[in-house]
T-cell receptor, first 111, second 114 residues
Framework: GDSVTQMEGPVTLSEEAFLTINCTYT??????LFWYVQYPGEGLQLLLK?????DKGSNKGFEATYRKETTSFHLEKGSVQVSDSAVYFC??????????FGAGTTVTVRA | EAGVAQSPRYKIIEKRQSVAFWCNPI?????LYWYQQILGQGPKLLIQ????????DSQLPKDRFSAERLKGVDSTLKIQPAKLEDSAVYLC????????????FGSGTRLTVV
């Protein structure tokens, strides 16, 4: 079945550091790929998405590129801020339109 | 527009007790999902409704969990009797229909079973 594997956390960074969170997937077809973010005490929010190979999703300085050849969708941000501290989830959606999530990566950014 | 409303925000019960969670979707959203998020894990789908009908409940532990969506609007998820391993955040998400729509999640109900 479909599955998503994320790099394990927690990840602790200093402000202005570069952030990468690895995500790889297994799917039978051609899924859409997503990154969701969960800030402390809040619900899940869509951060960015990509619907086909080589698409790049971007939002709030975060980027991720849909790599079909490596079945990956790694999340990157060039300069993180304290406000980026959150749990990040990689997810995929196939033709049944149901979301399957990775385990989540907790990111803490120190001032 | 108003978001997905869930209540209560927190609930603490003893094992073997029963508990119910409520979800009010965005107006007009026909598809509703319940997810279980255990601490340190990603959300796992429990059940999917399309209007008032069940589309997929293959991951719902039916011996103790039940859900309904009367009139195709609000939904309730019930656990009876609760076990310690049911401690989790229960998330409700809705979309306008079955299609490539974005999910809107509620803030969730955090259940602690002691």
């Amino acid at each position: 079945g479909d599955s998503v594997t994320q790099m394990e956390g927690p990840v602790t960074l200093s402000e202005e550091a570069f952030l990468t969170i690895n995500c790889t997937y297994t799917a039978t077809g051609y899924p859409s790929l997503f990154w969701y973010v969960q800030y402390p005490g809040e619900g899940l929010q869509l951060l960015l998405k990509a619907t086909k190979a080589d698409d790049k999703g971007s939002n709030k300085g975060f980027e991720a590129t849909y790599r079909k050849e490596t079945t990956s969708f790694h999340l990157e941000k060039g300069s993180v801020q304290v406000s980026d501290s959150a749990v990040y989830f990689c997810a995929l959606r196939e033709n049944d339109y149901k979301l399957s999530f990775g385990a989540g990566t907790t990111v803490t950014v120190r001032a | 527009e108003a978001g997905v409303a869930q209540s209560p925000r927190y609930k603490i019960i003893e094992k073997r007790q029963s508990v119910a969670f409520w979800c009010n979707p965005i107006s007009g959203h026909a598809t509703l999902y319940w997810y279980q998020q255990i601490l340190g894990q990603g959300p796992k789908l429990l059940i999917q409704f399309q209007n008032n009908g069940v589309v997929d409940d293959s991951q719902l532990p039916k011996d103790r969990f039940s859900a309904e969506r009367l009139k195709g609007v609000d939904s309730t998820l019930k656990i009876q009797p609760a076990k310690l391993e049911d401690s989790a955040v229960y998330l409700c998400a809705t979309t306008p229909g079955q299609g490539p729509y974005g999910y809107t999640f509620g803030s969730g109900t955090r259940l602690t079973v002691v």
